[in-house]
């Protein structure tokens, strides 16, 4: 049973993991929101007006009321629509290590992801992979540590870090397919292998989850366009 | 039960001094370890092991680190005084997006101001006087950032204007002439005890750096 709340509505774009992160916690919620898409290459006035400081998406707004920055969003939503499951851990020093992960894949461990994309020979594309390899296996213990034997980092249910670490498995999955790397391996993040199809199969993720190829059409795209130029979006 | 808190930490860091303020308006005891970030130790290696990086928050010996993440955690613990972030869930988000913009702006460039020359560093200077002029138009008419009483972004930014005599006088500038605004609120965020004895003196942190700077045979 969904909660209609007076008026909530997101501004992003659906290849984006950011954005993501905000419709999967207002899924878990069970809360109705209007997804309003911007136009790739142009920013809506409206975005530019609640968002003036990044002029970025994702950006919540809740009663005419802008809430800007992914995880900024997903906490507000935790707090908002309290009754709903909970999204953050219960107890302080869980909620600082899940923050402290989703702050780490967001600031670390995903702009490597993004630089085997970037990257023009072998040589630093081996050496991307490294790096994204390396930050899997710290996050395969920190899986291990805070799942306890269930198949969220959240436990029985996807919380905080499920959100801001899954977001990135449709990026994942494309760099993988167009760079015939495999990242997340039976041999080497067998936890994670389990997690991320639990995760993505979630009936809060699997509407908002872009199917892979569709998100390497994009990718595609993107490539060409931004040739040599600035980061691509977030 | 007696808590156990120890924070690994660097005097001139102003993400140090963040932690060192909210132990402080909690009126937490806590045991100071200055790290030599040259040669760290041992204790801050196991306890950060990701980042290698201080402060470092040691509560009942399991470790925090990220300083807006232990800031956090000390609120959450010691719930019951000096709240550091409003109830409002609103306010509270704008809290935490301030306090991020702090984070992803004043480190970055005030270093390129102070560390930076010619057009680079004219570069640096202009995007350092914008951030202050959008932080000056956020806090608007308030006493503090977070409204009558200093709170999370207060905290996340007064440690930098510990390192503004720096900024200025490498920059050759002065923020207080084209922002006396947000001159007057670091001032008004000096005049509490838990800051002003958290933080550093500015004289010293630019000492610091000019002696930094010799040993570097930067000039």
Partial sequence: MAITDSDVKVLGMWPSPFVMRARISLNLK????????????????????????????PVLIHRDKPICESLVIVE???????????????????????????????????PSLKGIGAAQEEEAKKAAVEQVDEGLALLEEAYEKSSKGKDFFGGDEIGYLDIAFGCFLGWLRVIEKLNGVKLLDQTKTPGLVNWADKFCAHTAVKDVMPETDKLAEIAKILAAKLRGAAAPPK | MADQVVLLDFWPSPFGMRVRIALA?????YEYKEEDLRNKSPLLLQSN?????????????????????????IDEVWKDKAPLLPSDPHLRAQARFWADYVDTKMYEIGRKVWTTKGEEQDVAKKEFLECISVLEGELGDKPYFGGKTFGFVDMALIPFYTWFSVYEKFGNFSVEAEHPKFIAWAKRCLEKESVSKSIPDRQKVYDFVLEMRKKLGVE
Avoid: C, M
């Avoid at chain 1, 142009?42 to 400081?53: A, H, R, Y």
């Avoid at chain 1, 909970?86 to 995903?110: G, M, N, Q």
């Fill in chain 1, 30 to 57: 069970s809360v109705d929101y209007e997804f309003l898409q911007e136009t790739f290459g142009s920013k809506s006035q409206l975005l530019l007006q609640s968002n003036p400081v990044h002029k970025k998406v």
């Fill in chain 1, 76 to 110: 507000y939503i935790d707090e908002v629509w309290a009754s709903g499951p909970s999204i953050l851990p219960s107890k302080p020093y869980d909620r600082a290590t899940a923050r402290f992960w989703a702050a780490y894949v967001s600031e670390k461990w995903y």
């Fill in chain 2, 25 to 29: 308006e909690k009126g937490v005891q």
């Fill in chain 2, 49 to 73: 092991p990701v980042h290698k990086k201080i402060p470092v928050l040691i509560h009942n010996g399991k470790a925090v680190s990220e300083s807006l993440i232990a800031v956090q955690y």
